[in-house]
């Protein structure tokens, strides 16, 4: 759109704007994580005189920063890849299989993805204790799969229809049984939209806070989040400390996001249009 | 034949075991336990329950004014939140896009808040408002900053949205971003040919051709904004009191921090169901009707 000389100064002016104001709280959190409390309470504002790490190296003994990003990678990657692999599977086939039973199955999973989690989450609570898997990280990754593949497979299902049938009439004349033909033939070629799961799957399980607030008892289990946020309730006015903390928390997802910011921004896009 | 169509069933329930295994523990049986449980007395403490029909929800919408206030005070933000967010997110989409060299740098600032966990932003913004303002206020001369941002209801509630606008507008303006990108340049062109001024455009080219995404957003919106949690327990737990507290707040205490009431949380979140139900219906046939195709 042609735009006038001044409008245009306008619109960027807006947009230096709220780009100040999108980057203001993390600016003022990563500055004041390295000040001592008496600097901080003396200028919020003012940058830091040193670079004291100090704030840093007891935030991550607090948080038992080693074990809680173990647990944050552990998780994630359980149950993003149990979602791949357990929907990606249903919904080929599902796809793939005429007839009133596969499509009942789909609407049920379909539907359920209006579900809000705070309608399940005392049941799944107390289905997680009779379960035994309430406390541990591999059975919260379950919960995670469980909870998850329901959308996964929706977009596996809309993908698979548009993957020619062909290819698998002829690995199946060449002697590939159902599952040679999946993990050989079909799996491979869901690429772009496995990536898209992938990412979204990560970012909601990476920040999910209430599922791991309700499952993980134990500090040994604690993701990063739960400890952040312990942390946060046992040390609310030392905010040095506390600083540090957040910021080692979102550390890991910034840098993913500058490493991914295509694919996450081209991901987001197509669950949402397709979702 | 009948062979084959068994043969058939047995490859679909390979395929498809796993999965629904998993869904059917851990999201399946928990939506139909709820409704059942919100017609019982079931707590924590007793492993015994009775079936009392339509008592508990007669109890959440009559005599639990805590329960009623949490719904009034969700309903409120979510307008709030249905108008803000998807205004600022548009804005900024309709912005960047006039933009080229410095496209990709405006959308990547403002799109990196929404890479932070909801609960982190909270935390993040709890700083803010509990220390930051206050003294840039104070030593600025600036007043208004110098508030009580979290204790006081009536502030509280403008911070809880400053800090979800923060963390979502990114979020929808990239689907807006996306969409603005599919809107084919010579229909805007050509309406700029016939005299069409720049508001013009916007409200009868632009717009129309980017429903679909309008619809979505809307949609994202009041779905995410009836369910909203973290900011709000991050940042005042609900209080002062319970002046800020939402649907899901109440739920969750009244289920695991107050009185194990199971039965009667299980209710409160049926209800919390049935109104998300309900509004998205209303929305989805409103904005349905809008759209046309390019």
Redesign the interface.
């Known amino acids: ?3 006038g000389r001044f ?2 100064l306008l ?2 002016l ?2 230096v704007l ?2 100040l ?6 600016y ?2 990563i500055i ?1 994580s390295f000040k001592t409390q008496g600097e901080m309470f003396a ?3 003012a940058l830091p005189t040193s670079l004291r790490l100090d704030n840093y190296t007891e935030a991550f003994a607090r948080l038992s920063m080693m074990s809680s990003l173990a647990n944050s990678i552990t998780v994630s990657v359980l149950g993003i890849g ?1 979602i791949l ?3 990606s ?2 919904g ?3 796809s793939r ?1 005429p007839g009133r ?2 499509q009942f ?1 789909f609407y ?2 379909v539907a ?1 993805m ?11 609570t ?2 997680a204790k009779e ?1 035994n898997v309430q406390g541990s990280i591999y059975g919260l990754s ?2 995670y ?3 998850g ?2 959308m996964a ?1 929706f977009l596996y299902h809309g993908f698979v229809k548009g993957v020619p049938r062909e290819l698998e009439e002829s690995a199946h004349i060449d002697g590939c049984n ?1 599952w040679q033909t ?1 993990f050989r033939i079909i799996f491979p070629l869901l690429l772009p939209i496995t990536v898209t799961i992938a990412i979204l799957d990560f ?1 909601w399980i ?5 599922l791991p607030l ?1 499952m993980l008892t134990n500090a040994d289990s604690y993701t990063l ?1 739960i400890s ?2 312990k942390l ?1 309730g046992e040390y609310n006015t030392e ?1 040095s400390l ?2 540090a903390a ?1 910021v080692l ?2 550390i890991p ?2 840098l ?2 500058m490493f991914f ?1 295509r694919y ?2 081209a991901g ?2 197509e669950g ?2 397709k979702g | 034949m009948a062979a084959k169509s068994y043969k058939r069933l047995l490859s679909l329930a390979a395929f498809v075991m796993p999965a629904f295994i998993l869904y059917t523990l851990f999201l399946l049986v928990p939506t139909i336990g709820g409704m059942y449980y919100s017609f019982t007395d079931w707590n924590g403490l007793n492993r015994a329950y009775e079936f009392i029909g339509f008592a508990n929800f007669v109890e959440a919408l009559r005599e639990d004014p805590d329960f009623v206030h949490s719904l009034w005070f969700t309903l409120k933000y979510v307008m709030f939140m249905l108008v803000l967010q998807n205004v600022f997110a548009l804005l900024l989409a309709l912005f960047i896009e006039t933009k080229f060299r410095s496209k990709g740098l405006f959308r990547t600032v403002l799109f990196m808040p929404n890479m932070i966990s909801t609960i982190i932003s909270a935390f993040m913004w709890t700083f803010v408002f509990s220390q930051v303002l206050p003294q840039l206020g104070e030593r600025a001369g600036l007043g208004f900053l110098n508030q009580s941002w979290l204790g006081d209801p009536g502030t509280s509630f403008y911070s809880i949205l400053i800090v979800s606008l923060w963390n979502g507008v990114g979020y929808m303006m990239i689907i807006y971003l996306a969409a603005l990108q599919g809107v084919p340049q010579s229909l805007r062109e050509a309406a700029v040919i016939d005299g069409a001024r720049p508001w013009q455009v916007l409200r009868h080219v632009t717009l129309p051709m980017i429903t679909h995404a309008i619809t979505i957003c809307l949609f994202l919106t009041l779905n995410g904004a009836f369910k909203v949690f973290e900011v709000v327990y991050g940042l005042t737990g609900g209080g002062p009191g319970r002046s800020t507290q939402v649907i899901t707040l109440n739920i969750y205490e009244e289920a695991f921090s107050n009185n194990f009431r199971y039965g009667y949380a299980s209710a409160k979140s049926v209800i919390l169901f049935l109104v998300i139900l309900i509004f998205t219906f209303i929305q989805i046939s409103i904005t349905k009707r809008r759209e046309v195709e390019a």
């Open positions: 759109m042609r735009t409008s245009s619109i960027t807006a947009l709220a780009s104001i999108a980057v203001f709280p993390i003022l959190a004041n200028s919020f504002t149990g692999l357990c929907a599977l249903a080929y086939k599902l299989t039973l596969s199955i049920l999973f359920s209006m579900v809000p989690f705070h309608s399940i989450m005392i049941p799944l107390r289905m379960l379950l919960i799969i469980g909870l593949v329901n497979i159902e999946y970012l990476w920040n999910d806070f209430l309700l989040i952040t946020n946060f905010w506390v600083l957040l928390t979102a997802v910034v993913i996001f910011q996450i921004m987001i896009t949402a249009v």
